[in-house]
């Protein structure tokens, strides 16, 4: 299966990283690549709810495919939203149906930081694209 090519970006560079301060890094760096939401979309109807840390999330549907927003107030959150977004960036409803979350972070080098709140943050998150696209 082949990856959205910011997903392909992104795994190219987490994996020429040696080790885990290059990784924090340049998670950090993708965290300064999502759109800023506006403070209205900075509303409790788009707040995750399951995450320790604030996280806002905006889908919208364009000829059947999605493009989603996020925001956090959590720098290494936003790093990983980034990620996310980057991984289901394009994909039609039943791909992000589908998406295995753990397995992405697994490729990435990245899920052995994880700990168990930003998992199920993260899985949340995930979980609300797809309650938005069933919507």
Same mark, same amino acid.
């Given at each position: 299966?082949?990856? $959205?090519?910011?997903?392909?970006?992104?795994?190219? %560079?987490?994996?020429?990283?040696?080790?885990?301060?290059?990784?924090?890094?340049?998670?950090?760096?993708? /965290? &300064? +690549?999502?759109?800023?939401?506006? &403070? %209205?979309?900075?509303?409790?109807?788009? +707040?995750?709810?399951?995450? &320790?840390?604030?996280?806002?999330?905006? /889908? =919208?549907?364009?000829?059947? @495919?999605?493009?989603?927003? %996020?925001?956090? =107030?959590?720098?290494?959150?936003?790093?990983?939203? %980034?990620?996310?977004?980057?991984?289901? =960036?394009?994909?039609?409803?039943?791909?992000?149906?589908?998406? =295995?979350?753990?397995?992405?972070?697994?490729?990435?080098?990245?899920?052995?930081?994880?700990? $168990?709140?930003?998992?199920?943050?993260?899985?949340? @998150?995930?979980?609300?694209?797809?309650?938005?696209?069933?919507?």
């Amino acid at each position: 299966m082949s990856l $959205p090519g910011n997903a392909q970006e992104a795994l190219d %560079a987490f994996s020429a990283c040696p080790g885990w301060e290059q990784r924090a890094r340049l998670l950090m760096q993708w /965290g &300064e +690549r999502l759109q800023p939401l506006c &403070e %209205a979309e900075r509303c409790e109807a788009n +707040r995750v709810n399951g995450c &320790e840390s604030l996280v806002w999330l905006v /889908g =919208d549907c364009h000829q059947g @495919v999605w493009q989603f927003r %996020a925001a956090s =107030d959590a720098r290494l959150i936003r790093g990983l939203l %980034a990620l996310l977004l980057a991984r289901i =960036d394009g994909l039609e409803t039943q791909a992000l149906q589908s998406l =295995d979350l753990a397995e992405w972070f697994s490729q990435l080098g990245l899920s052995r930081q994880l700990s $168990p709140s930003r998992s199920n943050g993260l899985n949340a @998150v995930l979980q609300r694209m797809r309650e938005l696209t069933r919507a």
